[in-house]
């Protein structure tokens, strides 16, 4: 939510018209997928100002933007002591399109098994959520970069995982 916020505010425009998501772990390694994020039909990528022509989410902006999204939560908790409003709004998302069968993309955790070489771990990516719950993990266009930094959010979610015997 926070990602589509904020590219929203770039780029001048309502947040219902940003799709955006933040893959892998939940916190320091997870990566935003710009190469797959649109504002309407637009890649974010080839967004420009109307003014200029130049573009909006230059890497200074997108590498703003990324860093504002994983230190919120710190910001939060340094604040209030939790993030519980935004887990409860999640938490309720998924359940709301379990009952609803809303077969609604959503970013949840589920275990991959081939995901670019990503297996046995569970790391949180756009999936199909309805009824039967994570119906189908999709697969947007990643870059290089991006799919370096989801390994990496792998890694480092295996890692902990082996310090509690898993």
Not at 81 to 88: F, S
């Amino acid at each position: 939510s926070r990602l589509r916020y904020l590219v929203a505010q770039e780029c001048g425009v309502a947040v219902q018209n940003v799709h955006a998501y933040i893959a892998g772990e939940h916190g320091d390694s997870e990566v935003p997928l710009w190469s797959s994020a649109t504002v309407g039909a637009v890649p974010v990528l080839d967004w420009t100002d109307v003014d200029t022509g130049a573009p909006v989410l230059t890497d200074e902006v997108r590498g703003r933007i990324a860093k504002e999204v994983v230190e919120s939560a710190y910001t939060i908790i340094a604040g209030k002591g939790a993030t519980t409003y935004a887990i409860g709004m999640a938490g309720s998302r998924i359940v709301q399109a379990v009952l609803r069968d809303e077969r609604r993309v959503l970013t949840v955790s589920t275990r991959l098994a081939g995901y670019e070489g990503i297996s046995d771990v569970c790391l949180a990516m756009p999936t199909v959520v309805g009824r039967d719950g994570a119906l189908r993990t999709l697969h947007p266009r990643l870059s290089a970069t991006e799919l370096h930094g989801l390994r990496t959010s792998a890694a480092s979610v295996r890692e902990v995982a082996k310090k509690f015997g898993f």
